[in-house]
């Protein structure tokens, strides 16, 4: 799987968006984007994938660029319970294929 | 959305002694589920993929012999700690994938071990 580089933190205030970026320059074509985020001391949630048109859910939206060797995941409007660390990975979506964790963004959201 | 389940939540032993962690999908049946262990301050590290009916399949440098993962069916996989010792206190981690899904990998909420 490809590797990702994202900064090691990041400070939002509370109410603004959120901007997290994530480096992926050696993405394969059938390689997908995955974000995920941990909470402290809680198991890693799933917040949104794609491969190269931009998604958005109830949680997120997730922007890929047009070459898909970067990406932002964009919370519109962060609160202090998305304090966490945000994971970027880049995967096959191929059956049983376990996702491999890097060292992720440390969030802070104050007020 | 998807739930996994961990049993139990926190444990405490003492050395030498033997340690089994439950994950259990609770809406949703599961072919494959994986075990990561995560040390403080420290990203999650994957130890194995477990699929229904067949062996694990374990990660370079973990011992099989001391994690033993059972997967007896598309809901519950064990982990056990044999002979546990203060070096495998850590933050054990499940995951699962929905069956015939989006491949989507649903995580449990975690099992702290401490090892005395």
């Known amino acids: 799987d490809a590797k990702t580089t994202q900064p090691p933190s990041m400070d939002c205030a509370e109410g603004r968006a959120a901007n997290l970026p994530c480096n992926h320059s050696?993405?394969?074509?059938?390689?997908?984007v995955y974000w995920y985020r941990q909470i402290h001391s809680q198991g890693p949630q799933y917040i949104i994938h794609?491969?190269?048109n931009n998604e958005t859910n109830e949680m997120a939206s997730l922007i890929i660029t047009e070459d898909r060797k970067s990406s932002t995941l964009i919370l519109p409007h962060a609160t202090l319970r998305d304090t966490a660390v945000y994971y970027c990975?880049?995967?096959?979506?191929?059956?049983?294929?376990?996702?491999?964790f890097g060292k992720g963004t440390t969030l802070s959201v104050s007020s | 959305g998807a739930v996994v389940s961990q049993h139990p939540s926190w444990v405490i032993c003492k050395s030498g002694t033997s340690v089994k962690i439950e994950c259990r999908s609770l809406?949703?049946?599961?072919?494959?589920m994986f075990w990561y262990r995560q040390f403080p301050k420290q990203s999650l590290m994957l130890m194995a993929t477990?699929?229904?009916?067949?062996?694990?399949?374990?990660e370079q440098g973990v011992e099989k012999d001391k994690f033993l993962i059972n997967h007896a069916s598309l809901t519950l996989s064990t982990l056990t700690v044999t002979s546990a010792h203060p070096e495998d206190s850590s933050f054990y981690i499940c995951?699962?994938?929905?069956?015939?899904?989006?491949?989507?990998?649903?995580f449990g909420p975690g099992t702290r071990l401490t090892v005395l």
């Open positions: 050696t993405i394969s074509g059938n390689e997908y």
């Open positions: 809406d949703f049946q599961a072919t494959t």
């Open positions: 794609g491969l190269k």
């Open positions: 990975i880049v995967r096959v979506m191929q059956a049983g294929t376990a996702l491999i």
């Open positions: 477990s699929n229904e009916g067949s062996k694990a399949t374990y």
């Open positions: 995951s699962a994938i929905l069956a015939g899904g989006t491949d989507t990998q649903y």
